[in-house]
């Protein structure tokens, strides 16, 4: 609890110049797209969904929370001969946040790196994992305060020693709710 | 400006160095097939030895495998009673050990699934995901998984039975470095 209360002190530190200087974006986001399970015997592709609150904090310095829900598809291996047998695809949510460098006015490159929390569900699965992501995104601001995001992004869900990995590809949309004056 | 523009490049780097083997690893599917048809019954009772190792995807990753992320038990299970049967499966660490009784494995083995109810003169086909929620007794496969890989496997029935188990396969997926 007491180290909640530090970070806490931090960030409000780190936000109070940005505050100052008038810096400060709030934006609602959602996006959809693909997740390919990378090194998964056991899982096949499926979708991906989520909503994410980015707020910008200094020109080169953003952060967004996220959650996403993802419906990974099927696989079937042939157990035998002539005998087939389909594992279902896990639930995968997600939440976390990620910090995010933006490069650019109008259109915006952005690194980011994200830590969180992904829980995979599925008959006889119910575990919760560590998230951590890595990714490149491109945003193109389309009019006044409303913007559309590509990325592209390695999810690790570590247990410690292994990680269930997904490359994920996304498209959104993002509206800005308010900024400081 | 620029402290922050160096800092999540080397913050990604340092992440990815921590991560180490954690990136490196991945699912991989063991099928191991048993004898089939195996037939089972109350008066010539026997089990069947399991040797992992007999496979080259769990030999191949036997040495850095790291977890045991799913385990089932798939075939097609006959009742060839009359009456229902309430069948089990039981495990048996020694590998050895295959002409044990059933009070015998009872007392020297582990439930690992079950129990499937089979009608008298019926046949259950039980795939992947059914049978991933008949396990109850995952630790003591998972032991055996990530111990020798050689153990014994007995199916049980209550009172009198008769059961054919055909394309009886185990599927183990183990996490495992690459």
Redesign the interface.
């Known amino acids: 609890m007491k180290r909640a209360w530090w970070a806490v002190f931090v960030g409000l530190a780190l936000l109070a110049p940005a505050a100052r200087a008038g810096t400060i974006t709030l934006g609602g986001g959602v996006y959809g797209g693909m997740s390919f399970p990378v090194l998964q015997d056991d899982q096949g592709q499926g979708s991906l969904f989520g909503a994410r609150l980015p707020v910008r904090l200094l020109p080169l310095l953003a952060v967004e929370p996220f959650y996403s829900t993802s419906a990974l598809g099927d696989k079937t291996i042939e157990a035998s001969p002539g005998f087939e047998v389909t594992r279902e695809g896990s639930d995968v949510n997600t939440f976390g946040v990620n910090v995010m460098v933006p490069f650019g006015t109008k259109t915006l490159l952005y690194p980011y790196v994200g830590i969180g929390s992904a829980s995979f569900q599925r008959n006889g699965q119910d575990e919760s994992f560590t998230s951590y992501d890595v990714g490149l995104g491109l945003g193109f601001t389309v009019m006044p305060k409303f913007s559309l995001d590509v990325r592209g992004e390695l999810q690790a869900a570590s247990s410690g020693e292994t990680s269930r990995k997904m490359f994920n590809v996304t498209l959104g949309a993002s509206y800005s709710i308010f900024s400081t004056p | 400006?620029k402290t922050?523009?160096r800092?999540?490049?080397l913050?990604?780097l340092a992440?990815?160095a921590a991560?180490g083997?954690?990136?490196t690893?991945?699912?991989?599917?063991a099928?191991y097939?048993l004898p089939?048809p195996f037939d089972v019954n109350s008066i010539a009772f026997a089990g069947t030895s399991v040797d992992l190792n007999t496979i080259s995807e769990y030999k191949d990753h036997k040495d850095e495998l790291?977890?045991v992320?799913?385990l089932?038990l798939?075939?097609n299970f006959t009742n060839l009673a009359f009456t229902t049967a309430q069948l089990e499966v039981w495990i048996v660490p020694d590998g050895s050990l295959t002409t044990l009784t059933p009070q015998q494995v009872k007392d020297n083995g582990t439930r690992l699934w079950g129990p499937l109810a089979v009608a008298g003169n019926s046949t259950e086909k039980v795939?992947?995901?059914?049978s991933?929620?008949l396990?109850v007794g995952r630790q003591a496969l998972i032991d055996e998984v990530k111990g020798d890989g050689h153990f014994a496997l007995y199916v049980l029935a209550n009172g009198g039975f008769s059961v054919r188990v055909t394309?009886?396969?185990l599927?183990v997926?183990v996490?495992?470095?690459?």
Do not use: Y
């Open positions: 400006m922050l523009r800092a999540v490049p913050l990604a992440a990815l991560a083997c954690m990136l690893s991945g699912q991989f599917v099928t097939n089939d790291k977890r992320e799913d089932a798939v075939g795939d992947w995901d059914r991933s929620a396990f394309q009886g396969t599927i997926v996490g495992a470095a690459i």
